[in-house]
């Protein structure tokens, strides 16, 4: 017995040498993760490698990245294992209640976490003080769980939090400031979003919490129990653009120049005890919704600002204490469509005009001291006059003296030209197009709409066409959506039931699903601008196919086995141990066996050394890429050069490929293609193409890169991609061209120098997110004392650093002075080489610092945008200069570009962390009107759900 125990222990011991060796252990620590969860993805079960597909999963070089797992129906806990995955960039478990317990503070250690989504999952308990290390954080959204305490003050140190929503939990405490050493929320000068709304904070509103450093968009502190007075410091955040303070304890005045808030779309004050003067809005000239009711405000006479504020939609103070006679001017602002002022002590005759807004629906004036009405037999608005002396004159049945049934208005979307289908089966339904299929569901919380009008149909096909374009842009297969039953709620968020059905099939698949949830609980989904800001909550999707029901039992044996063994019934425990061993090292050794197969490929003949060392890069056979070329076609040529020809293809699983092919004739040594492959697979970032695999098989040299939509840079500037490039797209190719170039500096080990950076070798993805193509020319530095390289002079004319054609010597200043003229490249449209004139000295020539936009009106391309709205192009055009210096010592490095170009975007208003356009398609070009006007977080890349970047 004893002998045959420690038989089994050395076996193990063995098993667990041979295999496990310097492999990181993401597997386990994931599978120990999940190991309590059910209703995880039947795919689990049969792969014991999560980077083997597992849905929901992504990993790059075997380290788990992402996981998505948004409307699963999970149930479980976070334990502390998600700590180990030191790797993980995005975590989301939105619309799973049956997460439940607390937030482990292990989640501290994620430092390369971005998005941390637990949108309305079951969790509860404090918020751990551990958050405040994350500090990678870009996108945290905890809304909607039962999360308690108080809002840790280590939050203050996310410098990169871009949005942060706690809203909707049971959070307690002041919000905290820092003072001292002490971290707190007023720090974070680059969040846009404080979403704080349903919680139980109390408290005054700090005045230091605001300073004139911040960029909020949104600050939503809705019903919460705040007190004390509106601090006047709120008016330093000029970029506010909605402000939610209502149904909280407010008391004091309202800040006398809260009308220095010109950006603001929506104003919410109502439900406080706000006290002084009806605050003066004049100048707040893009308000469209305005809610200041139920207040405590000294008794005053209609405002003037009644009706200067042209962009008013919504004007809602009842119980405010106006007196005095309605203007009839009010009524003819042009969108206007909701007055409420009932309640308070409005006199005389009511005049309408007879030219009002024709959007106008509903007046109410309930309880006021309204003696007459002008138009009392040709209106038709819904008018409430109840309780005022009109109403009491004896025999006056007019419909205004009575309260209106409740209409609540009912909008479905309708059926899009086409009869709807009986659905037979429980669960479908009929789509738009007439289809009955089995919808994603939930509902969309929109918290500060800047309409009222709840039955305008233009309003829900804004909002259709939108989400159903962002969703194909994230390659989700969407046949169409469908919105129904808005209803104003409590806090008087708009609230929308969504449908989204699916493309071609009946039903979602799973990735569908997870694409769908990530989508909108990352806010990857923006919605037109009326809408404003929004929380989805997603329901469960009941209708996979294959769903198991029981969920993923596969790991859930351990829990058994250590129980087995405390019992004391050792060695049946170890048996089984071995069991589990031995089937986990066998999923091991096949991977390791596949991770060998490209080696097998390896031609060594011909002096190319031993196999190379790849990172998640594969080896094709001549034969496979044969075949996603269509034999190389011709249709599939997208370009050809010296060294041969690119083609596009695409890989069995479905993403599309470019292929750079060395003609017969100019392919490199074995040696040099291996240190060049070699260097490529290292090298990953998201503003460089990556090289997803390469060929050298029957005399054949290729290297396969991720196949980028949007052409190149130079295809844009001259027109011929027809993707308008406006200043502030520019500058968002500019900053991720740099940083790209700046990690081959700085970062890859051993650093790159490029060798040929030019707009024709940076490419544009599907979200317009510049990509540094084609390091084939580059050097690496090898060791990284090394300052410069002498090597025989590459590159394009016009790019090149005149330093290096002098003397050889390439150094990374050799990359900037090239980029230097790309970034004057970029202002002017005009290739640095025309018509025999220099792009540097032209601009040098056409330039006057002392006038405005340095002079360069004439030499700027037409299409950039209005010259008046250029913010920062001077100091753009001062960086490109200084790039472009004669001589490398004073050329700035590639990361004092990279700073210099974030600093001008944040004086154009921008985030510099949200890298990229919407979308090519309807980024906001005119922007000024728009909610989310400098609102622009898209870490997620759409590819995330179409194509894995980590073929095995
Ligand atoms: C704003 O930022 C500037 C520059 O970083 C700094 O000098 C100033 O103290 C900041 N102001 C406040 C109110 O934090
Ligand atoms: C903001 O308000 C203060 C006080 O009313 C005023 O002095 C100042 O000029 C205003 N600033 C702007 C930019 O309107
Ligand atoms: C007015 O506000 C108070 C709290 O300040 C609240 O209790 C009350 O329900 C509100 N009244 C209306 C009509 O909303
Ligand atoms: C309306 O009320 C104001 C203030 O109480 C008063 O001065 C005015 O005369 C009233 N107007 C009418 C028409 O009753
Ligand atoms: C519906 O909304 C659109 C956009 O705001 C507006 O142009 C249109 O006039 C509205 N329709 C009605 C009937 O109010």
Redesign the pocket.
């Known amino acids: 017995m004893g002998s045959t125990t420690l038989q089994l222990l050395l076996l193990i011991l063995l098993i667990h040498l041979l295999f496990s060796t310097a492999q990181n252990d993401d597997a386990t620590y994931l599978r120990a993760l999940t190991n309590d969860w059910r209703n995880t993805p039947p795919n689990w079960d049969d792969n014991s490698d999560p980077c083997g597909g597992w849905d929901g999963i992504t990993c790059t070089n075997s380290r788990v990245t992402s996981i998505t797992l948004a409307s699963m129906g999970l149930t479980g806990s976070l334990t502390g294992d998600i700590g180990q995955l030191t790797e993980l960039q995005i975590l989301d478990l939105s619309y799973n209640k049956g997460l439940t317990g607390s937030l482990t503070p292990a989640i501290g250690s994620l430092k390369k976490l971005t998005n941390l989504i637990l949108v309305n999952c079951g969790f509860s308990g404090p918020l751990p003080d551990t958050l405040g290390n994350l500090e990678s954080l870009i996108f945290m959204s905890l809304n909607s769980n039962g999360f308690t305490g108080r809002i840790p003050p280590s939050i203050g140190n996310l410098q990169n939090l871009y949005w942060l929503d706690l809203a909707d939990n049971k959070l307690t405490g002041s919000i905290p400031v820092s003072s001292g050493s002490t971290p707190g929320l007023d720090m974070l000068i680059h969040t846009k979003h404080f979403h704080f709304g349903g919680n139980m904070l109390s408290g005054s509103i700090p005045p230091r919490l605001f300073n004139s450093n911040m960029t909020l968009i949104h600050l939503l502190f809705e019903n919460n129990q705040l007190t004390g007075a509106i601090p006047e410091s709120l008016t330093l955040v000029r970029t506010l653009e909605v402000l939610r303070l209502d149904r909280n304890l407010l008391t004091g005045d309202v800040p006398s120049n809260i009308n220095n808030l010109t950006r603001l779309f929506e104003m919410f004050l109502s439900n406080n005890q706000l006290t002084g003067i009806v605050p003066d809005l004049t100048g707040l000239n893009v308000l469209n919704y305005l809610d200041l009711s139920n207040n405590t405000f000294d008794?005053s006479?209609v405002p003037s600002w009644f009706t200067t504020l042209q962009s008013l939609t919504t004007l809602k103070m009842y119980s405010t204490s106006l007196?005095?006679?309605l203007p009839a001017a009010l009524f003819s602002i042009p969108q206007l469509q909701n007055v409420d002022l009932s309640n308070n002590?409005?006199?005389?005759?009511l005049d309408i005009g007879l030219s009002h807004s024709n959007q106008l629906q509903q007046v109410n004036l309930q309880n006021n001291?309204i003696?007459d009405f002008r138009q009392r037999s040709q209106y038709s608005i819904d008018l409430i006059l109840v309780g005022n002396p009109i109403c009491m004159e004896t025999g006056n049945t007019d419909k205004y003296c009575s309260l209106p049934t409740n209409t609540s208005s009912s909008y479905i979307t309708p059926p899009n030209n086409c009869v709807p289908t009986q659905c037979s089966s429980s669960g479908q339904v009929s789509s738009p197009n007439c289809k009955c299929a089995y919808p994603y569901t939930g509902n969309l919380f929109f918290r500060a709409p800047s309409f009222s009008d709840l039955g305008n149909s233009t309003m829900y096909d804004s909002l259709r066409t939108a989400m159903i374009n962002s969703f194909r842009r994230s390659q989700l297969p969407v046949d169409s959506v469908s919105v129904k039953n808005p209803t104003k709620n409590l806090e008087d968020y708009l609230v929308i039931n969504l449908l989204v059905f699916p493309s071609g099939d009946e039903r979602f698949n799973r990735t569908g699903i997870l694409g769908l949830g990530f989508s909108l609980s990352n806010q990857t989904f923006k919605p037109p601008a009326a809408f404003g800001p929004y929380f989805f909550i997603g329901e469960n999707y009941d209708f996979l196919l294959g769903a198991s029901g029981g969920g993923h039992k596969s790991s859930s044996n351990t829990g058994v086995i250590v129980g087995a063994t405390v019992g004391g019934c050792v060695l049946v425990a170890l048996l089984v141990l071995a069991g589990i061993y031995a089937f986990r090292q066998k999923g091991r050794a096949e991977k390791a066996t596949q991770e060998s197969r490209p080696f097998a490929l390896w031609d060594t003949t011909g002096g190319s050394g031993a196999v190379p060392q790849l990172k998640g890069a594969k080896a094709f056979s001549f034969e496979e890429l044969n075949k996603c070329t269509n034999n190389f076609s011709e249709s599939n040529n997208i370009g050809t050069g010296g060294y041969g020809s690119v083609y596009r293809g695409s890989l069995p699983n479905g993403q599309l490929i470019a292929i750079k092919r060395a003609k017969q004739g100019s392919t490199q040594g074995g040696l040099e293609f291996k240190t060049e492959i070699e260097l490529l697979s290292r090298v990953h970032h998201k503003n460089l193409v990556s090289l997803v695999g390469f060929c050298f098989d029957q005399g054949e040299q290729m290297l396969v890169y991720e196949y980028i939509v949007n052409g190149t840079v130079k295809d844009s500037l001259s027109g011929r991609s027809g993707i308008r490039l406006d200043w502030i797209r520019r500058l968002r190719i500019a900053l991720g061209a740099a940083k790209g170039l700046q990690y081959l500096h700085d970062l890859a080990d051993p650093p790159i120098i490029h060798r040929d950076v030019k707009t024709n070798n940076i490419l544009l993805d599907e979200r317009l997110v510049a990509k540094v193509a084609d390091f084939g020319l580059s050097k690496s530095l090898g060791d990284a004392n090394r300052t410069h390289v002498t090597t025989q002079v590459k590159g394009t004319m016009g790019y090149m650093d005149p330093e290096y054609y002098m003397t050889q010597q390439l150094t990374e200043k050799s990359d900037v002075y090239s980029f230097g003229v790309v970034l004057l490249e970029l202002i002017t449209a005009r290739n640095p080489i025309e018509k025999g004139k220099y792009i540097v000295r032209e601009v040098k020539q056409a330039m006057d610092t002392s006038k405005e936009l340095y002079n360069l009106h004439e030499v700027l391309d037409p299409t950039i945008g209005l010259t008046t709205q250029l913010k920062g192009l001077e100091r753009f055009v001062d960086v490109a200069l200084r790039c472009v210096e004669e001589t490398g010592d004073r050329r700035p490095t590639m990361s004092e570009v990279v700073k210099e170009i974030e600093s001008i975007m944040e004086l154009a208003g921008l985030n510099p962390n949200a890298e990229s356009a919407a979308n090519s398609a309807d980024y906001p070009s005119k922007g000024s009107e728009h909610p989310y006007t400098n609102d622009n977080l898209f870490s997620y890349s759409g590819d995330q759900f179409s194509t894995k970047l980590d073929p095995k």
């Open positions: 008794p006479v007196v005095g006679q002590r409005l006199n005389g005759t001291e003696d």
